[in-house]
């Protein structure tokens, strides 16, 4: 497994889509905050996750929730596919600082997401859970990935592929 840099096109795509501020960014921009978006790691060699930053500078209002597109994406190798995943935690410093977190707890990103319609462009969704807006900067490590492996039930059977992206599973 390894994260990679999304195609821009998809990147393109998802940031007009879920940041509609972003709506009439110039090309040129995009590309150039795509190729800033830094592949995630670990801070230190005792560290779980690896740190997600955001490509864009945010704002996230009291009770609002915020989609950005991370630029990165997940690869897993064939033999991977059927134990691992990625799950994505709202880094602790953010959650209690910033009173901010995500909306469904925890992401869960399969391992077959990476050959979704968006290219498997991972997307960060922030909730401000406290009573003032906050403000992230571009490049600020807001979430962690942590790869886990996970099991399967003995007459598991399942064949069928990936069809779209976020919350395409079972369509």
């Given amino acids: 497994m390894r994260f990679e840099k999304v195609e821009y096109e998809n990147f393109q795509k998802d940031v007009k889509k879920w940041l509609p501020i972003m709506h009439d960014a110039r090309?040129?921009?995009?590309?150039?905050?795509?190729?800033?978006?830094?592949?995630?790691?670990?801070?230190?060699?005792?560290?779980?996750?690896?740190?997600?930053?955001?490509?864009?500078?945010?704002?996230?209002?009291?009770?609002?929730?915020?989609?950005?597109p991370s630029?990165?994406?997940?690869?897993?190798?064939?033999d991977e596919m059927d134990t691992w995943h990625l799950e994505i935690f709202v880094r602790s410093s953010v959650g209690i600082r910033k009173d901010t977190c995500i909306p469904n707890g925890t992401g869960i990103i399969d391992a077959d997401y990476y050959r979704s319609e968006n290219g498997g462009d991972i997307l960060i969704a922030l909730?401000?859970?406290?009573?003032?807006?906050?403000?992230?900067?571009?490049?600020?490590?807001?979430?962690?990935?942590?790869?886990?492996?996970?099991?399967?039930?003995?007459?598991?059977?399942?064949n069928d592929c990936r069809t779209g992206g976020v919350g395409s599973t079972g369509k």
């Fill in 127 to 158: 909730r401000n859970t406290g009573d003032h807006t906050v403000i992230f900067g571009a490049g600020e490590r807001v979430c962690q990935g942590i790869f886990k492996i996970h099991g399967l039930v003995e007459d598991d059977d399942t």
């Fill in 71 to 78: 630029g990165i994406r997940a690869v897993f190798n064939e």
């Fill in 27 to 68: 090309d040129s921009y995009l590309a150039k905050i795509l190729n800033a978006v830094p592949i995630p790691k670990r801070g230190t060699k005792g560290s779980a996750g690896y740190d997600f930053s955001l490509p864009i500078d945010i704002k996230v209002h009291s009770g609002e929730t915020v989609v950005v």
